[in-house]
């Protein structure tokens, strides 16, 4: 067992590198426990997250003499045993259940075990007894919000003095691993689904899919993004909520198979908001039926100020959907809301041009939702990094350097140089990320701040040479700011990867009550003629000309082999006429054409 220090020492914020543990003034530094240290290596040098477990688990075993060492996991919800990684189990844990025994091991710091099969052992002591073992020790991560134990058993002979402690050390390791890994598993979860948001926008913007076909999308993208069996989109009738759309399950028998969230969907849609229910046996307005088991998430679909139904996530076993969860649904479901009133409005307004005009600002509005969305998503994730990921990996930049100094010495130091070193440039990157994702210039200072400073970013990192000539004399709307950023973004990161230029200009004007963009490369070019598709590795030659369209303007390329490219566009420019826009042989609003030019 450890001493009372050990103990203290254990209670460090888990920041601080395991073993590691800072001297009273005057004293001479404490020695670090060498297996922490080696399972903090391990954990730095990174890899996929399977083979970082089987690596510590392989280490521990090897330093601390055990037998067996595995990392289980105890699902709080079920109880259900699983072992995430193993040394010289010889017994599967399959129909397993964890006991108030195995869950208190997760959530104690250290505990000493005897493997028994008696009742209110537990589970873990029943599966080391399985394979042999007398005596055992464990740290649980459930201190730390991860419901996993960490157990070291031996056949015969006692623990050396100061396992307990190691093994604490390295639990705390890998819950600083797992959380990491689970931060970018959040931010790549959000992406995805944003991503999700914004390509059904888009389909529902094309204007090709019916509305039965953007419901089963709709369907679909929660399925892929949401731990759930079951996805229906219930359409409000004369006789109550009908299925219109669905997936895992038989469409015949939908509606038989979720009549028990009949109630649920009905209170959702009184409230107007979204409803979740961790476990619907505990609701009181579910019946008995067989089928009633698990969580559901539902929201409601909001036509103007009438309820057209719900999208209704269902899974049959007990899961948490979190806040970003409901978020995520609930812009399908104002998709499909939007959606669903434009086909309406669009159905009435096939009389007159006043009311088919009135579609197109519904289509417009439509737009400006998803961008909002999709700017408001990339705000919360660069946030996210910058006040997770940058600071865990910051400390962990300074942890190290102190690491480095203690061992000094030794012939760990390059290693350690090199780590820091790494760490240290994936800080670098996710800063950068960061101001990719939302430029803080482009709302406190406007678009020509915004854009200075990402060409001079782009500058010094692709040694490109540039001059950016402001004629704005009043400063665009926000909507109109974000697409006129987001498309040059897109051309300049286009001359970086494939022009092979040395100098980029930009020029900012007003034409026709829009912005004028043009960009000018001194590159190799290509032959903007040849063919109406895009050239190869140039597809976003047709997202700028997507997103300038989208926004009431045009988007022109100009382009030889060997004499550089042009990229013109207008943003925002509501009284453009057909006679007015410039001729683009290519057809495809990427090819070479005659834009309105800047004034000198």
């Known amino acids: 067992m450890s001493s009372g220090r050990d103990a203290k020492d254990a209670r460090d914020p888990i920041g601080a590198v395991p073993g590691l543990r800072p001297a009273s003034r005057g004293s001479p530094p404490t020695i670090p426990d060498p297996v922490v240290a080696e399972a903090a290596l391990l954990a730095l040098a990174g890899g996929c997250l399977e083979e970082l477990h089987d690596q510590i688990i392989e280490m521990v075993a090897a330093r601390t003499g055990a037998d067996v060492v595995a990392l289980v996991a105890v699902r709080p919800a079920d109880r259900e045993i699983s072992v995430l990684a193993h040394h010289g189990l010889r017994h599967s844990p399959d129909g397993l259940m964890g006991t108030g025994a195995d869950l208190k091991l997760v959530a104690a710091e250290q505990a000493a075990l005897t493997p028994s099969m008696t009742k209110g052992s537990g589970a873990i002591a029943a599966l080391l007894h399985l ?31 100061g396992a307990a402690a190691t093994l604490v050390g390295v639990a705390r390791v890998l819950t600083s691993v797992e959380r990491s ?69 038989p469409p015949e028998s939908l509606a038989r198979e979720l009549a028990f969230a009949a109630p649920l969907s009905a209170r959702a849609m009184r409230r107007g908001e979204a409803l979740v229910v961790p476990d619907v046996r505990d609701d009181p307005e579910v019946g008995s039926s067989s089928l009633a088991t698990g969580s559901v998430l539902i929201v409601p679909i909001r036509t103007g100020t009438r309820m057209a139904g719900v999208l209704l996530v269902v899974s049959r076993r007990p899961v948490s959907y979190s806040d970003d969860d409901v978020t995520f649904v609930r812009g399908l479901s104002n998709v ?38 999709q700017e408001e998503e ?72 915004a854009l200075q400073a990402f060409l001079a970013q782009v500058a010094e990192d692709a040694a490109l040479e540039y001059s950016l000539d402001d004629r704005l004399q009043i400063e665009p709307e926000p909507e109109a700011r974000t697409v006129v950023y987001r498309i040059a973004q897109e051309a300049v990161s286009n001359v970086c990867k494939h ?69 013109r566009y207008c943003v925002g420019s509501r009284r453009l006429s057909a006679e007015d826009r410039p001729a683009d042989p290519t057809g495809d609003g990427c090819g070479a054409a005659v834009a309105p030019s800047v004034a000198s």
């Open 378 to 449: 990339r705000q919360r994730i660069a946030d996210d990094i910058h006040d997770d990921s940058v600071q865990v990996m910051t400390a962990v930049a300074l942890r190290l350097a102190t690491l480095r100094r203690r061992l000094a010495t030794g012939d760990l130091d390059p290693l350690l140089l090199s780590l820091e070193h790494d760490v240290r440039q994936s800080i670098n990157r996710l800063r950068r990320l960061m101001f990719v994702l939302r430029p803080p210039a482009l709302e406190a200072h406007g678009i020509a701040a």
């Open 181 to 249: 890994q689970r931060v970018a598993e959040l931010a790549d979860r959000r992406l995805r689904q944003q991503t999700a948001v914004a390509a059904l926008g888009r389909g529902a913007l094309g204007g090709g899919e019916e509305l039965g076909e953007l419901a089963r999308a709709a369907c679909d993208a929660a399925a892929a993004n949401l731990e759930a069996d079951i996805v229906a989109v219930l359409e409000r009738g004369p006789d109550g909520l009908v299925p219109s759309a669905g997936v895992g399950c």
């Open 499 to 567: 022009a092979r230029a040395s100098r980029v200009d930009v020029g900012l004007s007003e034409y026709d009550g829009g912005v004028l963009v043009e960009i000018k490369d001194d590159g190799a070019g290509f032959d903007a003629t040849a063919s109406r598709q895009a050239p190869p590795g140039h597809l976003g030659l047709l997202v700028m000309r997507e997103r300038a369209e989208q926004s009431g303007g045009w988007c022109t390329v100009e382009s030889e082999p060997g004499l550089g490219t042009t990229v």
């Open 131 to 161: 394979n042999g073992q007398r005596t055992a020790v464990a740290a649980g991560l459930g201190r730390q919000g991860i419901t996993e134990v960490l157990v070291a058993a031996r056949e015969r002979g006692n623990f050396p003095p």
């Open 336 to 373: 499909l809301a939007l959606a669903s009133e434009r086909a309406r409005v669009q159905a009435q307004l096939r009389l007159s041009v006043d009311e088919l005009r009135k579609s197109a600002e519904d289509r417009s509005r439509l737009l400006a939702h998803i961008v909002q969305a």
